[in-house]
């Protein structure tokens, strides 16, 4: 009896790894042949990003052909100060004396808080960047305007390589979802342009070591667990 | 029982009787519950109602199918009773999505090696998205800190807990590669695990027998296994589920990352991808020629781990 058992247990279990070993080949083709076989443009099931960006205002990337299009989140929007003409009534050299009899009065500065840690100073300067003519407007090399939602061309002149897998979607962060429509985040989004190294920290959980082999006991807490 | 009787009474002739193993399960539960039921409206008829729709639904909870073989209403039925179980449980509400693989649609996954420095944002993001076990510890992301100058994982650090990035180290994430031939569906005995046609390898929790075969079977080390009850405090209970991924798992059975399949098909990145600040990881579409995934396999130097055993992950890696 147990044998027969056996025997009809062996042949169900021999069928049904026949039926899934041909099932599995047939329909999984090399996934790199999958790929390159899928040219024509494709409308990812109609899926869209939209509804996650809750409306983020954006702005059209230019400068890249070679990219379907893409758009940045505007920045202008978001920026606390801005416009500069707010505070910038006057010019900067009656701004500079201001500040210097302030300064000696004990008071801070304006804009105290940036230090300027991007560039050694024999390359770069405030100027670099900012247009001192028009302080709501960056500035390129070669002194022609742009604008802060823009600021991305300021700084692809010297990151190049960084720029060029920024619109190809190698370097940065996408916005909303996978799905289309492709918003990233501009440079300034993730690096402070007067400081633009991200800093080294304490990562936001302990690691762990091997977890196949852990028991259903209560574990001690690993140190990092409610950071 | 197995002596032949010549003269049977009734009640001989009763238990005697041919029954398959089905109906005997069958009629005993049954009498079970109805006994349950009944004896539970004796002595509390207000709790009686909500104890016995939990009762019933737990008993179609027992003879559910294997979910790819249900229809769109089975599906459907299914997630509601999910839904309705939880909430008798708890008193809070889920929406447990039952979304299917559209066509056109091939996910894939892109990591910056050069890029990752060992935050573990994506670990964090991962237990809060997918409801993970607490208890003990669970996660699907593993960030492996390499000494630079080799890439043996062997001699990597999976439990570093120290300012990073560290000298001297690079940091490597892995995960389920979600293998587009993959060994750890081929072993299931009950089917409970395979791959979607949208690219995602899928458990279903209802038909995980525990045997841990794909544990056995996946090259990555990518599945955990429940060896208790899984714990989630209700309050950190992600409400946002699907079948197929985060809803509340149970004890013995196995789990895994599902490109977080929850947000995926409805268009959001996974949310490891979302939580990375350094942008070291891309989600999306292979089958878009213009997606940005796409642009890194064509411009971008890849590869995948143990590419030479055939798995065909969709999860490279590449360096700036």
Known sequence: MRRACLLVLTTALSFSACRRADRTHASSPHVLETIAKAQEPNDNAGLSSEKHLDGAPRVTVTGYPDRPAFSVLQRTRVMQQFPCQKCHTKTLDVLRAQSQVAVAQGKKASHWSVKLAHAPAVTMDCWTCHDQRNLDSLRTLRDAPVSFDHAYQVCAQCHSRQAADWAGGAHGKRQGGWAPPRVVASCAGCHNPHKPKLEPRWPALAGRRDQRFESAEPLTESPGANR | ?320
């Open chain 2, 1 to 320: 029982m197995s002596e032949f009787n010549p003269n049977p009474s009734g009640l001989h002739q009763i238990l005697s009787r041919q029954v398959d193993r089905r109906t005997a399960v069958a009629t005993a539960a049954g009498a079970l519950v109805a006994g349950l039921g009944l004896l539970q409206t004796a002595c509390n008829p207000l709790a009686a109602a909500e104890s016995k729709e939990k009762s019933q639904l737990n008993w179609e909870a027992f003879f559910q199918g294997n979910y790819r073989l249900m229809t769109d209403k089975e599906k459907e039925d299914t997630v509601h009773r999910l839904e309705r179980l939880h909430e008798l449980n708890t008193g809070n509400k889920v929406r447990i999505g039952s979304t299917a693989a559209k066509e056109g649609v091939l996910y894939g996954y892109a990591f910056n090696i050069s890029k990752c420095r060992g935050y573990m944002d994506c670990v964090k993001a991962c237990i809060g998205e997918n409801n993970q076990d607490r208890k003990s510890d669970m996660r699907y992301i593993r960030i492996h800190e390499h000494n630079k100058g080799q890439m043996s994982f062997e001699a990597a650090d999976d439990s570093f807990y120290h300012e990073v990035p560290a000298a001297g180290h690079f940091y490597i994430g892995t995960q389920c590669f979600h293998c587009q031939n993959p060994p750890c569906t081929q072993v299931c005995p009950t089917q409970a695990t395979w791959l979607e046609p949208d690219g995602l390898v899928v458990v279903d929790y209802n038909w995980c027998i525990g045997c841990r075969y794909c544990i056995a079977a996946c090259p990555y080390d990518a599945r955990r296994f429940n060896w208790g009850d899984p714990q989630v405090p209700e309050e950190e209970v992600n409400p946002n589920q699907h079948y197929l991924g985060n809803r509340l798992r149970r004890k013995g059975v196995v789990e895994k990352c599902t490109f977080c399949i929850q947000r995926t098909r409805d268009g959001k990145n996974p949310a490891c991808v979302e939580a990375c600040p350094t942008g070291s990881r891309t989600f999306g579409n292979l089958l878009d020629p213009d997606s940005d995934l796409r642009w890194i396999l064509k411009n971008k130097k890849v590869f995948r781990l143990k590419e030479d055993l055939g798995t065909e992950p969709k999860f490279w890696y590449y360096m700036d």
